[in-house]
């Protein structure tokens, strides 16, 4: 979960409970009791996933941790300077470029901490023409479209790009006739051609809060349900990429080896 969006998420949400297990799935067998690195952890929820379901040596990066240091088993950072060169075996990058004026920067540094042969797994928002109040309001300077996080990928020395598939194609529905109906209703801020953040309103806090909000717990069977939903949706994605049939998605991920 994002820090910002902490203070009204009362549960998770079932976008984040399939992220979690889909996504760490796709390295499962990378995991195992390796030295894993999360950058731009938020609250920390996926490093500590991964620590207990995997028995992983996890370290979590965020610079807006209150608190740094062994937490709950997790080392929590507030920078990556603090990670020796080409210590991690893995290093996730999940939906934290968005957040940073300077992406390549980031990733380069990223890049660095991994030991050569080590895999770095990288999601992002897709498709410039979602970018709402919503995204504003999470203080993302950019949606990435898919030519785009293609090249920011190529300009990394030292990174093989090895699978790149959008999933959450439902979503990308749902989200694609949400900001054209807020378009037409002049509420939402499609993103500068520029790719700079739009100025924010007193509009993007409610925004956040509707878009986000789950009113269900994580055991209830509507939150199961959505979640189990969602993992289809991952599995159908990955599935017509692997058969060249690439469908658009909410979010995009890429398979990376530090050569």
Known sequence: MDLSEAPFMLNRHPWELS?????????????????????????????KYVAARFGARVTAVDPHFSATGLIAGIECLASLDSIPPESLDVAFLMDVLEHVEDDALLLREAVAKV????????TVPVWRILFSSHDG????????????????????????VDK????YFSLFLLRFMQVTFMGLRGAGRPQLSDGNLPDRGDDDEVDASQLT????????WI?????????FDF???KLAASLGLRLPGLSMVSLCTKK
Request: charged share 20%.
């Open 19 to 47: 992220r979690v297990g889909m996504i760490s799935r796709l390295v499962a067998s990378r995991l195992t009791g390796k030295n894993v690195g999360d950058v731009g952890a938020g609250d920390a929820y996926f490093a």
């Open 115 to 122: 030991r050569p042969g080590g895999l770095l797994l990288i």
């Open 137 to 160: 309001t999470l203080k993302h300077h950019r949606r990435y479209d898919p030519s785009q996080f293609s090249a920011l990928l190529s300009s990394i020395q030292g990174l093989r």
């Open 164 to 167: 790149t598939f959008g999933f």
């Open 213 to 220: 909000r789950w009113p269900w717990a994580e055991h209830n």
């Open 223 to 231: 939150t199961k349900v959505c979640t189990a939903a969602l993992n």
């Open 235 to 237: 599995v159908i994605c």
